[in-house]
Structures are given as C-alpha cells and as structure tokens.
C-alpha cells in the first residue's frame, strides 16, 4: 500500500524557532511536494523536488526553503517562524511519468503547525 | 504560469440530487486534469482524472467532463450520499511538468 509520512500530525512553535517538517514516502518516487493548504486558498506549492538534491521554487517558497539528501526524504525548513506560516502543511510524492502515462500524486496527511 | 479557477466555493445539495463543480485553467498546454477529494481531517486522495485527449470519463456515479476550446472542466456527481460531503480540489498539469496547479476547492454538504 503507498504511503506517505509526514512526522507530526500537530506542531506549536514560537516565532523565530527553526523549524523542520519531515516527510518520507516508501514508494521510491522521484517527485515529492511541499503545499500548504488555508482555507479559501486551496492547496498552494511552496517548494518541489524532481530526484535527490534537486529542488525548484513553487507559489509561495518566501520564508522556506527545502533539503531532499536520500530519495525517499523531503524536508520542508521554517528558518524562522512567523505567526503567518501558521497553517496546515502537507507533502506529497509521485512517480516521475513522461506525458501520457498514469501519474498518480499521493498525499501526506498532513501537519497543522501553529506559530505562536 | 497556469492557473486555475474553481466554483463554487461551497454547495449544498440533498441526496440524492447531482452535484456539478466547475474549474477554468488559462495554460492550453495543460494536458492532465486530476480531481481529488479530502474527507474532513483527511488527506486529498484522488478520485478520478481526465487527459487532453479524452472528452467524458465516467466512473460509477462520478464523472469528468472537459472542453478543451474553452479551457474548462467539470466533476459531476449523481445520486449523491452523504459519505460525499467532503472538500473536492480540482487540478491542472501543463505537458510533462512536475507540478500540478491546484484550485481553491470545493466544499460539499450532502443533507439527509
């Protein structure tokens, strides 16, 4: 069964901490995405990795940044927390497919994270 | 870059009545269009998706329709129940990007 991880389901930071959101998937996907989900929002992407230490910008990438050292971890990084990254945050991997192939992209459960 | 567009934000229907929700993307080259629906305190898992190249996919009481002239796409959901109450997210992916662009999404109450 497929299955992606993320370490914390709930997360209370101060502003300023460091903090790391960890996700790991077992499916030996190339792909995996961080996305923060706010109400009226949708799901907006912060940051992507298409394989090992590869790393692009999505949406919103201001006041993250991301570490992918083995394939199957994604780490989304706060350098310093503001209460306006309180939110829920969720990872998500898939399989690298050329056009045309069936290219399912699994989800996290996701972490709500509050700054106070 | 693409973007996509969803409505309603919310819709309420009785069951057994349909359910429509409607989304716009602005990339022609978008080729991929996946539907994923997120249960309360759950995570989005998909449920159904549509390529370019198809015009009507159906699957049980839940289908998918796309226009490509017009650069929009539709969930339909008939017979509703109310194990359908969830948030419904539709997207978009443009040729073979990585990303996909979400909406905003939709929230569904399906009342007794």
């Known amino acids: 069964d497929v299955k992606v991880t993320q370490s914390s389901r709930y997360l209370v930071k101060r502003t300023g901490e460091k903090v790391f959101l960890e996700c790991v998937q077992d499916m030996d996907h190339e792909n995996m995405f961080w996305y923060r989900q706010d109400p009226g929002l949708g799901l907006r992407l912060i940051y992507f990795s298409y394989d090992v230490k590869m790393k692009e910008k999505g949406d919103i990438p201001e006041g993250y940044s991301v570490s992918r050292e083995k394939k199957e971890r994604f780490s989304l990084i706060l350098e310093s927390a503001s209460t306006n990254q309180t939110s829920m945050y969720l990872c998500a991997s898939r399989r690298y497919r050329l056009a045309g192939g069936k290219n399912i992209q699994y989800f996290g459960a996701g972490t709500r994270l509050s700054v106070l | 870059g693409e973007n996509v567009e969803q409505h309603p934000s919310t819709l309420s229907v009785q069951e057994g009545d349909s359910a429509v929700i409607k989304c716009t993307y602005s990339?022609?080259?978008?080729?991929?269009f996946p539907w994923y629906k997120q249960e309360l305190g759950k995570r989005p898992q998909l449920i159904i998706d549509i390529r370019s190249n198809v015009g009507e996919k159906k699957d049980q009481r839940i289908a998918v329709t796309l226009n490509k002239t017009a650069k929009h796409f539709s969930l339909h959901i008939t017979e509703t129940q109310p194990e359908d109450s969830a948030v419904y997210f539709c997207a978009a992916r443009t040729g073979t990007a990585s990303k996909l662009t979400f909406g905003t999404g939709t929230r569904l109450q399906v009342t007794l």
């Open positions: 990339d022609s080259a978008s080729n991929y």
